[in-house]
């Protein structure tokens, strides 16, 4: 990106690319989820009908990852001078979250070489454990990057305050899914689903929310601001 490049314009962008990030990562990890749904030989039965959409599902997820990639460093560009830690720790957890959730869908590959050729279902029943806990992993990435963002939102004051807590709020959502990898269950319990579910619904009035500000409004500021 050139440098003075109007903040506005910047903004915009970003909430561009977390539009982008949002439908096609939403479209692709559903998608996989409903294919990967269910007991081995049901698995291999609809990927075998539908190697096309499962493709396009893979396709999907890897636009998403990219856009990711694309959104945190406009958004670095955008609030690193509010607060440079937290601007690195943001590229950090997004980095990390980015390479994870890269490994994981690697892990869907063969199936795509293989569905053609056959498969059995002992065969693709380790490829879809491996990529289920590399996803379920991955979320404490998805969590932690939020935390600085958020900060980053409240500090620079780019969109309305609200939604920098509501990032936050969402951070904790992430790390609870994360906890569930290490105690089979946990999201069952009634204690966790009463804090889950307030986090949830606020992290997505977040991530919601700022993808509309930025796209629609801009930033804040954006008439004298410019990105470094």
């Known amino acids: 990106m050139a440098e003075g490049l109007n903040t506005k314009a910047g903004a915009r962008l970003a909430g561009l690319a977390y539009l982008v990030v949002t439908v096609f990562s939403i479209a692709g990890y559903v998608t996989l989820t409903t294919f990967l749904a269910g007991g081995s030989q049901m698995e291999l039965a609809r990927v075998a009908a539908n190697q096309r959409l499962f493709r396009l599902a893979l396709v999907a997820s890897v636009i998403g990852f990219a856009a990711?990639?694309?959104?945190?460093?406009?958004?670095?560009?955008?609030?690193?001078?509010?607060?440079?830690?937290?601007?690195?720790?943001?590229?950090?957890?997004?980095?990390?979250?980015?390479?994870?959730?890269?490994?994981?869908?690697?892990?869907?590959?063969?199936?795509?070489?293989?569905?053609?050729?056959?498969?059995?279902?002992?065969?693709?029943?380790?490829?879809?454990?491996?990529?289920?806990?590399?996803?379920?992993?991955?979320?404490?990435?998805?969590?932690?990057?939020?935390?600085?963002?958020?900060?980053?939102?409240?500090?620079?004051?780019?969109?309305p305050r609200l939604l920098g807590y509501c990032l936050i709020v969402g951070g904790v959502f992430y790390l609870l899914v994360f906890a569930t990898a290490f105690e089979p269950g946990l999201d069952h319990k009634m204690a966790h689903q009463i804090v889950s579910a307030p986090t949830g619904v606020l992290g997505l009035v977040g991530a919601v929310g700022m993808c509309l500000w930025l796209l629609f409004k801009g930033a804040r500021g954006a008439d004298s601001a410019r990105v470094a």
């Open 68 to 159: 990711w990639a694309v959104l945190w460093i406009l958004l670095y560009r955008l609030m690193s001078s509010a607060g440079r830690i937290s601007g690195l720790l943001m590229l950090i957890f997004a980095v990390a979250g980015t390479a994870m959730n890269s490994i994981a869908l690697s892990q869907l590959l063969p199936i795509v070489r293989l569905a053609s050729s056959g498969m059995d279902a002992g065969t693709l029943a380790p490829i879809v454990h491996s990529y289920n806990r590399l996803v379920l992993l991955a979320q404490v990435f998805s969590g932690l990057w939020l935390f600085p963002f958020g900060r980053l939102v409240l500090r620079s004051r780019i969109a």
